[in-house]
């Protein structure tokens, strides 16, 4: 999953990032508006935190600018809470709206619900077949058993099912799993995509050749 | 709409009284010039007749004796010859109104005209004079050679004349002053419009909406002046209280983005795997510091957006009772953990107000009532109605509130017990009474130390 984060003050940028990336996500962070704006256009992101107050360019003209070309979620982040405000954020096209000073689990919990309402899940937890996948957990169970898995290799496999029925391409799957910084090499994919067949059968992930992979449903 | 005291009916009321006096002094006037008009041309009748009459009488000239006899009274032979020309006889008779009589210091005339009343008494001794007998006027001489010479007409045609001229005055002189008094009642009209046009305004803005201005088409005139000035005030108030609504927000943001960064990085620090005991204990430290501060911060911004005014209430017709039932059963683990009874005495009050508002009073003051209550209390909580208000009572059995610190205790961050709050803003009395206050109610606070602490608060039904 990788996100964008646009927050001008440095220091709730960086921990926020940081908490991010710890929750498994790629994150990629932006300074101000405008720098928000042009990597929200230019990227396919899984969901988008937005601050309210932006140099250059506020996060309602971020977001209004955005919803002309792209339907990707948007929690947003303000240090005003009063009703207006909110109704305000929710009708611009935000899907949800967070008060400064909040509590990394919500912000956690937030954005798993609108990435999940954005690849149409209803349901927290994601169940193909004998698999149990928890991303609030971040825990995987086939048939009962706990299978240990890294924080890519989750990643990689919790994209796969949020899309399952779907082919994902390779290129896909790296915008959506490094973010700008990562210096990814070629093969990483292919040993994450093997480590998981290890570990969960080999006819889970199918290879699509000359496509990409695919988790039937 | 009539009220005793204002400015128009006071305008309306001296407007009619000197209307009333002028034209009373007018119409007075005019009926004396008249009426002395009238008496003069009268008496100067009278006294033409009464010279001719003294004329005749003086010169005894010789007339025939047909006209003798004619002119001569029944009754007692005359001392003197009272002769009269063609003329002097025309002057008086029945088609005239004239009458005479002539006196010889007798109690009865020795001469009188035909058509003199019956009744004529003898003027009393007087040079020359006028007298009024009833209806009639009548003019005498005490003149050489008889001794009293009087001439008489009946002037009730004359005073009738003057009846009718006094009725016609007065009506004439009653329309002008209705029309007066309707045209004044206009002219005041016209000139308070503006007044109630200013009054409403002003009532408006008052009551909170801002943007209201009076429209000033008259700039030049008193109240055009006026209504600028107090617009010019308008807008000074709404941009102070604009400003304040910035300022609130803009606080808002400085104040929260801080703590934002605190909480965040000491989450990430109580998360962290390298993180030893000691490094926990830095972070748990510092983020209740974090999250204090940021009930703090709500509860502030809170309480300046209720003074500016800001804060929006919905007035719904809701019943105090429920919401007091509701809150009691959200607080009662509260209370079982320290052993404290609640005892609810809960009858309808319907009052008008924002329900949610309400209830955040009643979590207010039932979570204080625990707060300050001692282990193994008792709170009770009553509402009920009450002279057409809707009136709760939360009570509570702990140590008290002295009484020199009973009237601060709405102050903001006041504290009757410093040592045991640790986990409170000291802002929850301040916000209860300012969303008491907000939907017009009132809020008071009365304690017996070591008895019970009782707040009341009591909202318009």
Redesign the interface.
């Known amino acids: 999953m990788r996100l964008l984060l646009v927050e001008d003050e440095p220091d709730l940028l960086s921990g926020l990032a940081r908490a991010l990336r710890k929750a498994g996500y790629a994150v990629d962070t932006a300074g101000d508006g405008e720098e928000g704006l042009f990597k929200a256009t230019s990227t396919d992101y899984d969901a988008i935190v937005l601050d309210v107050m932006l140099p250059k360019c506020d996060g309602w003209a971020v977001l209004t600018k955005l919803r002309e070309t792209k339907s990707t979620p948007v929690l947003m982040l303000t240090a005003r809470d009063r009703s207006a405000d909110r109704v305000r954020g929710l009708d611009s096209g935000a899907d949800d709206y967070l008060v400064k000073p909040f509590d990394v689990p919500e912000l956690l919990a937030r954005l798993r619900a609108i990435i999940r309402r954005a690849a149409q899940q209803a349901c927290s937890v994601i169940e193909i077949g004998a698999m149990r996948i928890d991303p609030a957990a971040r825990s995987v169970t086939l048939a009962g058993a706990a299978v240990t898995l890294t924080a890519r290799e989750f990643v990689v496999l919790e994209y796969l099912a949020l899309h399952r029925g779907e082919v994902v391409t390779r290129t896909d799957l790296y915008e959506h799993l490094f973010d700008e910084n990562e210096a990814t090499l070629s093969n990483i994919l292919d040993v994450h995509i093997f480590n998981l067949r290890k570990k969960l059968g080999h006819e889970f992930i199918v290879t699509r050749r000359g496509h990409g992979y695919s988790i039937e449903g | 709409m009539f009220f005793p005291r204002s400015i128009r009916w006071r305008l309306q009321l001296w407007y009619g009284a000197l209307l009333v006096a002028a034209l009373g002094g007018f119409g007075f006037t005019a009926f004396h010039l008249e009426k002395a008009r009238q008496f003069r041309r009268i008496d100067a009748g009278l006294q033409e007749r009464l010279s001719a009459l003294v004329v005749a009488l003086r010169t005894g000239t010789r007339q025939s004796p047909a006209a003798e006899r004619r002119e001569r009274p029944p009754g007692p032979a005359p001392l003197t010859t009272l002769r009269l020309t063609p003329e002097q006889t025309a002057m008086f008779g029945e088609g005239t109104g004239y009458y005479f009589a002539v006196w010889m210091r007798e109690k009865d005339p020795i001469r009188r005209s035909e058509n003199a009343p019956a009744e004529l008494p003898r003027p009393a001794d007087q040079k020359s004079a006028v007298r009024m007998r009833g209806a009639l006027r009548e003019s005498f001489l005490f003149a050489a050679p008889v001794d009293c010479v009087l001439v008489g007409r009946s002037i009730a045609a004359e005073q009738a004349d003057l009846r009718t001229l006094a009725a016609a005055l007065a009506g004439v002189g009653g329309a002008v002053l209705a029309a007066g008094l309707i045209g004044g009642g206009w002219l005041v009209t016209r000139a308070i419009r503006p007044i109630d046009e200013i009054s409403t305004t002003a009532a408006k803005v008052a009551a909170g909406v801002l943007a209201q201005r009076i429209n000033t088409t008259e700039t030049d005139s008193e109240l055009g002046r006026l209504a600028s000035v107090l617009n010019s005030t308008f807008a000074r108030l709404d941009a102070a209280f604009a400003q304040q609504a910035h300022f609130t927000?803009d606080a808002?943001?400085?104040?929260?983005?801080p703590?934002?960064?605190?909480?965040?990085?000491t989450?990430?620090g109580l998360?962290s795997e390298c993180a030893n005991e000691e490094h926990r204990e830095a972070f748990e430290a510092s983020q209740r510091a974090?999250q204090r501060m940021?009930r703090l911060i709500?509860s502030l911004?809170e309480l300046a957006?209720f003074e500016a005014g800001?804060e929006?209430l919905r007035r719904d017709t809701c019943d105090l009772a429920k919401i007091a039932g509701d809150n009691v059963v959200l607080v009662r683990p509260l209370a079982d953990a320290r052993g404290i009874q609640i005892h609810a005495e809960l009858s309808p009050a319907p009052c008008h107000g924002d329900p949610e508002r309400l209830a955040q009073v009643l979590t207010n003051l039932l979570s204080n009532a625990i707060e300050y209550n001692q282990t193994g209390g008792a709170i009770r909580i009553v509402t009920e109605r009450a002279n057409g208000t809707a009136k709760l009572t939360v009570s509570n059995s702990g140590p008290g509130i002295p009484a020199a610190d009973l009237p601060r205790v709405f102050e903001r961050f006041h504290r009757a017990d410093r040592a045991r709050t640790a986990g409170h803003s000291g802002l929850g009395l301040a916000i209860t009474q300012a969303i008491v206050q907000a939907h017009g109610g009132s809020i008071e606070a009365r304690s017996e130390p070591g008895v019970q602490t009782t707040f009341t608060v009591a909202l318009p039904a």
């Open positions: 927000a808002a943001h400085e104040l929260r983005t703590v934002a960064v605190l909480l965040t990085h989450q990430n998360a974090g940021r709500d911004l957006r800001q929006p």
